[in-house]
């Protein structure tokens, strides 16, 4: 009897391992891991940190080159006018891809106004990122880094986001995902543009 129960304990532990296997071998375990970070965002507990008023650094070097999507080189600093949203993330990163509809849907309601979207694939190739916007639907910018990054903007965590006023000071620094859809930080971009 107990031979038969380690038969049946090895048997499960085995198409457990082929399942996992088949799942990172496929790929497929990017997107449920991103499901499940999705469905966590939904709850609401992972808000970015915003606080009126906070400065986290004095005024950025915004002298960073970037490629379009459509092959145009950007410097950064063209954008001096406007507040931005830079997010730095890659087609490989399942909490990357768990925020991005919440990133979505924020550009939808403000990004048209004085505020810029920068999101920055950390993909070798721009053209995977490209692939992964179209096929979710995304409309929002992405832009591939050409140069080194001023240390405030270094970060090794991906995600991770920056909003960054028309006076190039970060207010708020976001390391790791967070749900950028919900009215509180609509508000916090809206009361910034106000300002500037």
Known sequence: MEKKENKKEALKWLAIIV????????????????????????????????TEGKIVTNAVDLNILLVSESGDKINLKNFSEKALFINFWATWCPPC??????????????????????MITSDR??????????????????YQLQSQLPMELDSQILPSTYVINSNRQIVTKEQGMAQYDSAKFESFIRRLIANQ
Do not use: C, W
Not at 27 to 40: D, M, R, S
Not at 97 to 118: C, D, H, S, W, Y
């Open 19 to 50: 399942i996992l296997g088949f799942l990172i071998v496929t790929g497929l375990h990017k997107p449920i891991i991103a499901g499940a970070q999705k469905l966590i965002l939904s709850t609401g507990f992972i808000q970015p940190d915003i």
């Open 97 to 118: 891809r768990a925020e991005m509809p919440g990133i979505q849907t924020l550009f939808e309601k403000v990004g048209k106004e004085n505020i810029k979207f920068v």
């Open 125 to 142: 190739d721009f053209n995977t990122a490209i692939a992964y916007k179209k096929k979710n639907g995304f409309t929002f910018p992405i």
